[in-house]
């Protein structure tokens, strides 16, 4: 088997399988675990499909970094809940899937998992680095369109999108990334910048959707490109030039807000994950019988022991 990392971005994960495994199973003290045994059955079916040799589950220590916030002061706005001056802001999070959080790193670190988030980071960035940094390669696991930006074939480096379900996951590459957005994926994070998303509270360039984001890179290459040429009127209608000009404090910061960091630091682990021993395998069932986990560590168990 050849090696190659997979990078889980597992809060998108664990969200997908709370809202996607009902709510009918109960630990014994009534606590809801749906989600973590969502989460371990994707995690079997990942690595029964893709055969990593090694697995990190990518944290967010921080879903709302101060310093974009500071960029972009509406960034994730809309789902905090309470917000933090000595920490990271409360994100909206449904009450029974706050409460398995704990329990979902359990069960990971008893799989021998390596969970890995950095202060005043997410995910995203955590997996920028991990995936830039690899001599292998990659399988990035996400429901984020964001990180098509790493999508690199000369590299390895892939999305496995779970948009659309864990029955209809898609392989981004190169090519797949063109052939949805007419942009490659070194373009992408310019692209997204000037669409915007609402999702993330970003408001994007008014008035320039992906049809024009993609025209307006195909013939200018990236945005610093893009900027220049609308400084000097060249290269576009007059109508995208002034919106591009009107949106230039906007263009200012959005990249640093969009971008995934690369240079956090951190290193892959060198260490493959295993076949749980035997003390491991006592453990994990243990978990699985406390929690009420049933089959689904059973599966998780079994395809890391393939």
């Not at 369109?145 to 690199?152: A, E, G, K, N, S």
């Not at 190169?174 to 949805?180: G, L, R, T």
């Not at 200012?252 to 035997?278: F, G, S």
């Amino acid at each position: 088997m050849s090696d190659k990392l997979m990078l889980l971005d597992t809060a998108s994960l664990y969200f997908r399988a709370f809202y996607g495994v009902p709510d009918k199973v109960k630990a014994a003290d009534g606590t809801s675990v749906n989600a973590a045994r969502g989460l371990l059955d994707i995690i079997a079916k990942l690595v029964t499909l893709y055969e990593p040799t090694h697995i990190v589950a990518c944290w967010d220590d921080d879903w709302r970094p101060q310093w974009r916030v500071d960029l972009i002061p509406s960034y994730k706005a809309h789902r905090v809940v309470e917000v933090v001056e000595s920490g990271p802001d409360v994100e909206e999070v449904p009450d029974p899937l706050e409460a398995q959080i704990p329990l979902i790193r359990e069960a990971l670190t008893t799989l021998g998992i390596p969970i890995i988030g950095v202060t005043a980071h997410e995910a995203d960035d955590v997996i920028g680095t991990l995936a830039t940094r690899s001599s292998i390669p990659v399988d990035i696991v996400t429901g984020d369109r964001d990180l098509f930006q790493l999508v690199d074939d000369s590299r390895g480096i892939r999305v496995i999108y779970t948009a659309r379900g864990m029955s209809n996951l898609e392989i981004l590459t190169d090519e797949s990334v063109v052939a949805k957005y007419g942009v490659l994926p070194t373009q992408y994070a310019d692209f997204a910048t000037m669409r915007g998303d609402a999702s993330d509270g970003l408001p994007g360039v008014a008035g320039v959707g992906e049809k024009t984001a993609a025209t307006l890179l195909k013939a200018h290459g990236d945005l610093a490109g893009i900027r220049a040429a609308a400084a000097a009127g060249e290269g576009m209608s007059s109508g995208v030039q002034a919106k591009v000009l009107a949106a230039s404090e906007y263009l200012d910061v959005a990249p640093t807000v969009v971008e995934v960091a690369r240079n956090l630091n951190i290193e892959v682990p060198a260490e493959p994950v295993r076949a749980l021993d035997a003390t491991q395998t006592a453990a994990a069932e243990a978990l699985a019988e406390q929690w009420n986990l049933g089959g689904s560590m059973q599966r998780a168990i079994a395809a890391l022991n393939r």
